[in-house]
């Protein structure tokens, strides 16, 4: 693999289990020091993608390049140039902090010479300097999520697989644990990562949006804010908001309605030309409309079209 050639290549890639298909036939590539997040709902596919990348389970069909090995044949090479973090917590909770980190280094054989080194840079990373004899059970969820991640990255990889990792971490500890993505980042590291968090999303260098087991859309946030949804989106803030919700979905030139908040996200197809007939139509079913206006959609408006789209459509 030359330093121009993409760091992972999937063609068709097909995963399934007995008659359910939960990844069908998805296709894309990621680059050195690219951060790619695969978003979608609990259910999509999303780790059952990341464990075939990461050898640890077997493509029905299609193909999957990671380093320039393919998953299917050469899955112990991949496993070696990987570095992986599962969404349930990996380490092992009766250890303490120096043993975890030991430990790991030993199954990525990483060289003694290099162990001191490395041991103190997951320390420093994790903030864990000077708590190497904590047993790592009784870290907060914060320190653990850093700790893991340095003890998967101790053999220092090309590529890291990261499934939920925030999962259940408060807002600052995931900013910190986002800081540390970037910054590996920045030295090369090719990062791909699932998620089912939007503002997490929006940390990504590229998207791809799974539901169902099928891409429906790829490509930068600001890239899917503005070109992937159908139509275009209006603020709606009203009352009784629950049957504006019901007469919106059941209007014809409404593609979709939704509740965000105290207001209604309303998608048209053309939002000036649809407020006045809107306005309308729910003060005449008596719905009282404080406002109603154009806005930007954000990346879950954009989700939630395309899955609802999608939804409607069936598989082909």
């Excluded at 320190?143 to 990261?162: D, Y």
């Excluded at 649809?274 to 408006?301: N, W």
Aim: include cysteine; aromatic fraction near 6%; glycine fraction near 8%.
């Amino acid at each position: 693999m030359t330093n121009n050639s993409p760091s992972v290549v999937v063609r068709e890639l097909v995963k399934r289990f007995g008659d359910f298909v939960a990844v069908d036939r998805i296709s894309f590539e990621a680059h050195r020091g690219e951060v790619v997040g695969f978003l979608g709902p609990n259910g999509a596919g999303k780790s059952t993608t990341i464990r075939m990348l990461c050898g640890l389970l077997r493509p029905t069909a299609g193909q999957a390049l990671v380093a320039g090995y393919d998953v299917a044949q050469e899955p112990e090479r991949v496993r070696q140039r990987i570095g992986y973090m599962s969404q349930k917590f990996s380490l092992y909770n009766d250890l303490r902090v120096i043993e975890n980190i030991q430990f790991f280094a030993s199954m990525y054989e990483v060289p003694v010479a290099l162990l001191p080194e490395r041991a103190s840079w997951v320390l420093g990373m994790a903030g864990l300097t000077g708590r190497e004899s904590a047993l790592t059970g009784t870290l907060p969820s914060g320190w653990k999520q850093r700790l893991a991640l340095g003890c998967a990255v101790l053999h220092r990889p090309s590529i890291l697989f990261l499934d939920e990792p925030t999962s259940g971490v408060d807002p600052i500890s995931r900013r910190q644990f986002w800081e540390l993505i970037h910054q590996m980042a920045a030295d090369g590291v090719t990062v791909l990562v699932t998620t089912h968090y939007m503002d997490e999303a929006e940390y990504c260098n590229r998207l791809v949006l799974i539901f169902q087991g099928r891409i429906v859309a790829s490509g930068s946030p600001a890239e899917l804010k503005q070109h992937a949804m159908t139509g275009e989106l209006l603020l709606v803030e009203c009352d009784p908001m629950g049957l504006a919700l019901d007469l919106l979905q059941k209007t014809p030139d409404v593609v979709d309605a939704a509740v965000f908040g105290n207001a209604l996200h309303v998608v048209v197809p053309e939002s000036r030309a649809a407020m006045p007939p809107l306005r309308a139509y729910l003060s005449k079913h008596g719905v009282s409309v404080a406002r109603i206006e154009p806005i930007r959609p954000t990346l879950e408006d954009v989700f939630v079209s395309l899955t609802a789209k999608q939804g409607n459509s069936g598989k082909e």
